[in-house]
């Protein structure tokens, strides 16, 4: 796939995946979110060691779920069939940090394994060596 093509669709399935109410809202578009997925596709949450197996089990959780959701892509990197999309999404107004890595086969998502970094308050022992950042900004490239 390239890399025109690989990108477009992960930004339309990032601006349809937000959810305005818990189970969806009137305006949601959850079916073409998950128009990325293959029909076979795995979605893992290994932090938490959980797996949806197939793409109308995902629309079905998507479906569900019990919070509003919005998401800000903050970058976009891969090539070939294999992506890493850096993002915030915000549950009910509450941010977390995401990693997703999805890998393609025939242009569409075969599995996606996503991470989720809670933010932290560093510690001041460090302070001497670091910096302070503003929290992700969305990337250019993204």
């Known amino acids: 796939m390239n890399e025109a093509t690989a990108r477009a669709m992960i930004k339309d399935h990032f601006d349809a995946s937000a959810i305005s109410a818990a189970g969806g809202g009137p305006g949601d578009d959850i079916v073409r979110a998950s128009e990325i997925y293959a029909d076979d596709a795995v979605l893992e949450w290994p932090q938490g ?3 949806i197996r197939g793409k109308a089990d995902i629309i079905a ?4 779920y019990p919070a509003r959701l919005d ?3 903050h970058r976009i990197t891969g090539c070939h069939d294999l992506w890493v999309n850096e993002y915030t999404i915000r549950y009910d107004d509450r941010p977390v940090n995401v990693v997703g ?15 989720f970094g809670e933010p932290w308050e560093p510690p001041a022992w460090r302070a001497q060596w670091v910096e302070g950042m503003e929290p992700a900004a969305p990337d250019a490239t993204a």
Do not use: C, L, W
């Open 71 to 73: 998401f800000q892509v």
């Open 101 to 115: 890595i999805m890998e393609f086969r025939d242009g569409k998502v075969v599995r996606e394994r996503i991470y």
């Open 49 to 51: 060691g959980e797996r």
């Open 61 to 64: 959780f998507r479906s569900a």
